[in-house]
């Protein structure tokens, strides 16, 4: 039997209006959010830590080229420019979990893509995918500018990011239409990082898109567990979790490359990241 609108509207409103007082919550839903508050505590302190080795890798990426450790190709610069934008998408990722903002898992989303990118581009010894990446980028740039506004610099901006995308396909230009039309999850694939996409990518971007429209609709959750302050703290709290393991492994690829000899320190994170995580009180 369909039921009116208004009937399905107000049966809503009345599940959403009947409450179980604060002091009657299950004590369960309280240690839950205790824990969450405490596992973020310390995933914070390990991420300052992750953070200033962040600083001494990107301080060697800045010399690498000059001193002759990577060869300076494009291949090489894409890859560093990902794994760059990757580890500042965590620095922000972790001001806003400080903050326990939900925001949070924005990062998070933009540090997975930039990880899958570079594991998929990695893979080609030569430089076709890292052309048809930075084709990518001068494509996304272009479509800023041609919707950004009507002025004529705009116009001009979106032509020259255009002449640059069509100069990096030139050549490739069915590689380049079978990537536009592939998405991240079969490049994902391809890269052999199927669950980065599923138990990270996806993760990330439903908790960016509609789960928490619930708890702005009136009338608003109150209760423990339920509240937009609760569900931020909890996104926040996942959202740290996995970027901090995500930030490993994009230094450990960084340290490989620059020959840092820092797998042991990393691995030290990573014991540390999985002592934290199995706290249950």
Same mark, same amino acid.
């Given at each position: ?27 369960s839903e309280e240690g839950h959010l205790a824990l969450a508050k405490e596992k973020l505590r310390r995933f914070l302190i390990l991420a300052d830590e992750i ?15 000059? $001193? ?45 893509e930039c990880f899958i990118y570079s594991h998929w581009a990695s893979r080609d010894l030569g430089e076709q995918r890292a052309r048809i990446l930075y084709a990518e980028g001068c ?99 996942? $959202? ?42």
């Open positions: 039997m369909v039921r009116s609108w208004h009937s399905f509207k107000t049966q809503l409103a009345r599940a959403f209006t009947w409450r179980l007082p604060i002091r009657h919550m299950p004590k953070l200033s080795l962040r600083q001494a890798v990107q301080h060697r990426l800045g010399e690498s080229f000059p $001193s002759g450790t990577m060869q300076d190709t494009l291949r090489n610069r894409v890859l560093i420019g990902l794994n760059l934008k990757a580890l500042d998408a965590f620095e922000r990722l972790v001001v806003d979990a400080r903050d326990r903002r939900g925001e949070s898992s924005h990062h998070l989303k933009t540090m997975a494509r996304s740039r272009a479509v800023y500018h041609e919707n950004c506004s009507d002025s004529a610099e705009d116009a001009e901006h979106a032509v020259a990011w255009r002449e640059l995308q069509r100069g990096q396909i030139s050549g490739i230009e069915s590689d380049w239409s079978a990537f536009r039309d592939a998405g991240l999850q079969q490049l994902a694939s391809q890269a052999q990082l199927e669950d980065h996409y599923h138990k990270v990518y996806r993760l990330a971007c439903e908790a960016a898109h509609m789960g928490d429209l619930m708890v702005y609709m009136p009338p608003q959750p109150q209760e423990a567990g339920l509240t937009l302050a609760d569900l931020s703290l909890l996104r926040a709290y996942v $959202s740290l979790k996995f970027g901090v393991i995500l930030a490993c492994d994009l230094l450990n690829d960084a340290s490989d490359s620059l020959g840092m000899d820092a797998a042991g320190q990393i691995d030290g994170f990573r014991e540390r990241w999985r002592a934290v995580q199995s706290l249950t009180s």
